[in-house]
């Protein structure tokens, strides 16, 4: 039972983080940048808000965004920050379809409980890894920002990436940490036997 919840919790902690994890890759409030004070800035409609695809203004009533599509022209940090992202995104398809395959509730034919041990800690391994690779993206893009421009505070998919991060890297952890030997995903199978007439008929679990 104690494994059981280990392996749920683990999945539910994975696939949340991963969920925030694709909200910080596709949206572009990263980080918030100003050259005075942010009320200077919002007076006079001068906040910028940079991310992986676009530079945005936001003014009052006004939320304009200029794409950042030529690849060659655009910094290291950023190519950079978008191929991690990006790689981190696509990771966790594969590491939530091989974390649910394996969970004790889900049959797929004649399944071994090898082969799911298996697949849930090949799962497990590639969340830590998407894990990684954001914690590197969302710490890299606003340090080299940064050094280009003034930012006054960090944008809501900064934060999405970081909790998304945290998440995946804490389920990640428990998957392959605290997922048990492969014996503990064995079915238990019952036979019944009878010890002669008189004696009562009884279960006996074997592992099969």
């Known amino acids: 039972m104690g494994g059981t919840c280990l392996q749920l919790f683990g999945f539910l902690s994975s696939f949340i983080g991963w969920i925030g994890v694709v909200v910080a890759a596709t949206t572009n409030d990263w980080v918030l940048t100003c050259d005075y004070s942010i009320n200077t800035c919002r007076k006079l409609d001068e906040v910028g ?91 890299w893009f606003p340090v080299s920002t940064h050094r280009e421009t003034t930012i006054v505070t960090f944008g809501y998919s900064l934060y999405a990436g970081w909790i998304g991060a945290a998440f995946c890297l804490f389920g990640g952890s428990v998957i392959v940490c605290c997922a048990g030997e492969s014996h503990a995903f064995m079915e238990n199978r019952f036979y019944y036997s009878s010890q002669g007439s008189g004696s009562p008929t009884h279960a006996k679990s074997a592992n099969v």
Not at 62 to 84: M, V
Not at 108 to 134: N, Q, S, Y
């Open 49 to 139: 808000s940079r991310g992986l695809w676009a530079d945005c203004v936001i003014a009052i009533g006004l939320y304009h965004c200029k794409p950042l599509a030529d690849i060659l022209t655009l910094p290291a940090h950023i190519q950079a920050a978008r191929a991690l992202m990006i790689t981190s995104s696509f990771l966790g398809l594969p590491a939530v379809f091989l974390l649910l395959s394996a969970m004790p509730f889900i049959r797929m034919g004649h399944d071994p409980g090898t082969e799911k041990h298996k697949r849930f800690r090949l799962g497990g391994i590639l969340v830590v890894i998407l894990a990684l690779c954001t914690i590197i993206a969302t710490i």
